[in-house]
């Protein structure tokens, strides 16, 4: 069942390692840039409940960077998709749609934690040193896990790379503002705080700032998150027979 | 073994297949014969897996491709029409993720793709990007790869298509080395002179329709072993005759510019379709 998923994981391992330290310091520009105009400059006298900005924004980059990152898997699987054609071996191998969606998954997880590795140690630069326990990385898996779904799922959809792009720019980045991430909620109308509460990347800023805040975890926050993850990644199961044509 | 039956396939309203029948037998070196947009890669792509066929049915040493996909896909190895490497990649780690993609060991991986690296001229290349091969040695190398897992059915699609006279003979001896290890070998072409070189047997495949299944001697003299061409003002014509002497009793008849000599299976080919097939 679970055959041959290695072999998908690997493969994107393998390309990310040949362009790491590119890679890491294009994720380290996003971050850099909001900690010093957001966290920095401005928000040096902005305090959010007892906490001052610069520790209320770095858990939202975090969640921001590990939803972008693991949805940038999908941008991967275009390029194998559409320009090299590389997604023909997975089609015509003997492994099953759960073990390709899993190599791809996996590979976005990686990818996302990475980035917020990188996110880490700049916070620490930025002098901010925050709660790094278990629900805090749990919180991150699942969002990853989450949104690295999601991208498979839209990946085997899309009908070009052009397609894609389309769909970050509305589904994505306003999602990567609204969530929670860059402003607590409450400063929101109640109505637009209901809607973000069917947002999963709200649930996971929320989970990851409880998480490195040292406060207790909202289960609601887990549950949301698993419960996404599990729906998008048996879409995403589905979609691939859609790849076919 | 490959057998096919009754294959249906259309593109929205377009049929690009047309109650294809078909049965390649264990060990043959079976050729697909047909010109641009005839249906060659649709027919190979149903039978991988990669496209859905409307109707009928097709079964790889027994296994029904759309009911036992996971074995019918353990059958064979597939070198695609268009190269599908992972160009970023070195030849060995392509050789790696095919071989974890078919459950095989490290090792065998590693003892495989040594021998098959040796095999296709490829030994001092193998830590080499896969972007800086040439088109020969990406061919070479994608060959390779599908012959990793030893499959007992190996598909070709244009195996040649692009390269240059010397590399394709390099290629027709190298999948004729294949075959005589008994692999199975299903190969597409429209280049008539690699069918007729190459295949046990051959299917001319011409609008989504099979026109004929023969061997390639078969159909070369069903109209004659020897062929005269005639260059008149206005157009050349082929005429056929049973022996050297019948053609060159013609000959002497005649005064315009020809030229004598054998059949060959464009001449089949001509004469089934009435066009060329390039
Ligand atoms: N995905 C697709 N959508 C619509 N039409 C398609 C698709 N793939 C192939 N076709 C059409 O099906 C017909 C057969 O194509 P196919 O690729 O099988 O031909 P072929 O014999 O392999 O030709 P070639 O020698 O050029 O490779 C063509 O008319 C082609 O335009
Ligand atoms: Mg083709």
Redesign the pocket.
């Given at each position: 069942m679970i055959r041959g998923f290695y072999a998908v994981y690997l493969r994107e391992v393998l390309i990310l390692k040949r362009r790491i330290f590119r890679q890491m310091l294009s994720w380290s520009v996003m971050p850099v840039l909001y900690l010093i105009a957001f966290g920095y400059a401005m928000g040096r006298h902005v305090q959010v409940g007892d906490h001052s900005y610069l520790e209320f924004l770095i858990p939202g980059l975090v969640a921001m960077s590990s939803m972008t990152q693991s949805y940038a898997i999908a941008g991967e699987i275009n390029i194998a998709r559409f320009y090299w054609h590389i997604f023909e071996e997975f089609q015509v191998a003997p492994i099953s749609n759960f073990s390709y969606v899993l190599g791809e998954v996996l590979a976005g997880i990686t990818r996302a934690l990475l980035a917020v590795g990188v996110i880490v140690v700049l916070g620490m630069l930025f002098g901010v040193v925050l709660n790094y326990n278990v629900y805090f990385f749990l919180a991150l898996m699942l969002n990853s896990f989450v949104f690295a779904s999601l991208a498979v799922a839209v990946a085997m959809l899309v009908k070009s790379h052009a397609d894609q792009a389309l769909l970050n720019n509305f589904v994505i980045t306003p999602m990567a503002f609204l969530g929670g991430t860059f402003f607590p909620l409450e400063h929101l109308p109640e109505w637009a705080q209901k809607i973000l509460y069917f947002v999963p990347l709200t649930h996971a800023a929320e989970a990851i700032r409880t998480a490195s805040f040292g406060q207790p975890f909202k289960f609601l926050n887990f549950i949301v998150l698993v419960v996404a993850g599990i729906i998008f990644f048996i879409a995403a199961m589905l979609c691939v027979n859609h790849a076919r044509? | 073994m490959i057998r096919i039956e009754r294959l249906v396939?259309k593109?929205?309203d377009?049929q690009?297949?047309h109650e294809v029948d078909l049965q390649v037998q264990a060990g043959e070196l079976f050729a697909y014969l047909?010109?641009?947009?005839?249906?060659?890669?649709?027919?190979?792509?149903i039978l991988t897996g990669q496209?859905r066929a409307d109707s009928g049915s097709a079964y790889l040493n027994g296994f029904s491709i759309q009911k036992q996909s996971l074995s019918a896909k353990q059958q064979f190895g597939l070198v695609p029409?268009s190269i599908n490497l992972d160009r970023e990649l070195s030849v060995c780690e392509n050789l790696l993720i095919h071989g974890l993609l078919y459950d095989m060991s490290r090792t065998s991986i590693n003892q495989k793709a040594e021998e098959l690296m040796e095999y296709v001229g490829l030994s001092d290349r193998t830590d080499s990007v896969v972007k800086e091969l040439s088109g020969g040695l990406q061919r070479r190398l994608m060959i390779a790869r599908a012959m990793l897992h030893q499959p007992m059915i190996l598909f070709m699609?244009?195996p040649t298509?692009g390269l240059d006279a010397n590399i394709r003979r390099k290629i027709w001896s190298l999948i004729k080395r294949i075959q005589q290890k008994g692999t199975t070998i299903f190969l597409?072409t429209?280049y008539i002179e690699e069918a007729e070189f190459l295949a046990d047997r051959v299917a001319f495949?011409d609008e989504?329709r099979i026109v004929v299944v023969d061997t390639p001697e078969n159909l070369m003299t069903r109209q004659g072993e020897w062929a005269i061409d005639r260059f008149t003002e206005t157009k050349m014509e082929t005429v056929y005759f049973d022996s050297r002497e019948t053609a060159d009793q013609y000959n002497r008849d005649q005064h315009d510019q020809y030229t004598l000599r054998r059949v060959n299976l464009e001449d089949a080919f001509l004469a089934l379709t009435g066009k060329r097939v390039k």
């Open positions: 044509d | 396939k593109y929205k377009v690009v297949l047909g010109p641009n947009g005839a249906g060659k890669t649709t027919t190979i792509k496209t029409q699609d244009e298509v597409t429209h495949l989504g």
